[in-house]
């Protein structure tokens, strides 16, 4: 099994629909993060969780929320989704020490479309 | 974050050596950096990372000038295989995430 895993892969879902993309690890890390890529463009972060009871938000954060429901567990929701959220989603997790950027782990990547 | 510059877009033949630039004349004394690629759509991959040392893994080398202002990522004998997306990131001191630019896409050819 994968260390990251990112369900669904793939999704096609309707303008002003709730969704939810989840996201479950097995690295036992502490951090946890969301991404999304647009193509042509570097991932740019959305949410990040640093422990259970930590919550962030990250540069593009509007028009979703989190919840990190346990250590392994950190979702992603789009409460009311928009065309211009069409995106490629990545979760990751690390385990930083005094090397921060070191020994993130990505899952897969959802692949949202919405129309 | 200290910002990097990469350029866009790099061709290499296989079989030689892939030598990708990063500028970060903003870097700071604690700050790290970090090389990862992304193959396709896949989720990005750690290749290598340094503070002021040159490294080397099973993967790459990594030289970082003296001044720490540029670094390059060197692949020895690029593949097919590597053809993807490498993003230079500049991390440390109090930030505590990775920041992702738009990278250098290197093609690798026959």
């Known amino acids: 099994d994968a260390d990251v895993t990112q369900t669904p892969r793939n999704r096609i879902t309707k303008t002003g629909k709730r969704i939810m993309l989840e996201c479950s690890q097995t690295?036992?890390?502490?951090?946890m993060y969301w991404y999304r890529q647009d193509p042509g463009l570097g991932l740019r972060l959305i949410y990040y969780?640093?422990?259970?009871?930590?919550?962030n938000k990250g540069e593009i954060s509007d028009g979703y929320s989190v919840s990190r429901q346990a250590q392994a567990k950190f979702s992603l929701s789009l409460e009311s989704a928009i065309p211009n959220q069409t995106a490629l989603y990545f979760c990751?997790?690390?385990?930083?020490?005094?090397?921060?950027?070191?020994?993130?782990?990505f899952g897969s990547g959802t692949r949202l479309t919405v129309v | 974050d200290a910002k990097t510059t990469q350029p866009p877009s790099m061709d290499c033949a296989e079989g030689r050596a892939a030598n990708l630039p990063c500028n970060h004349s903003?870097?700071?004394?604690?700050?790290?950096v970090y090389w990862y690629r992304q193959i396709h759509s896949q989720g990005p991959q750690y290749i290598i990372h340094?503070?002021?040392n040159n490294e080397t893994n099973e993967m790459a080398s990594l030289i970082i000038t003296e001044d720490r202002k540029s670094s390059t990522l060197i692949l020895p004998h690029a593949t097919l295989r590597d053809t993807a997306v490498y993003y230079c990131?500049?991390?440390?001191?109090?930030?505590?995430?990775?920041?992702f630019g738009t990278g250098t896409r290197l093609q690798v050819t026959l």
């Open positions: 990751a997790t690390s385990d930083p020490g005094q090397d921060k950027g070191y020994g993130y782990t």
């Open positions: 690295k036992g890390h502490d951090r």
């Open positions: 990131i500049v991390l440390g001191g109090t930030a505590s995430k990775l920041t």
């Open positions: 340094g503070l002021k």
């Open positions: 969780s640093f422990d259970v009871k930590d919550i």
């Open positions: 903003t870097i700071s004394g604690n700050e790290y």
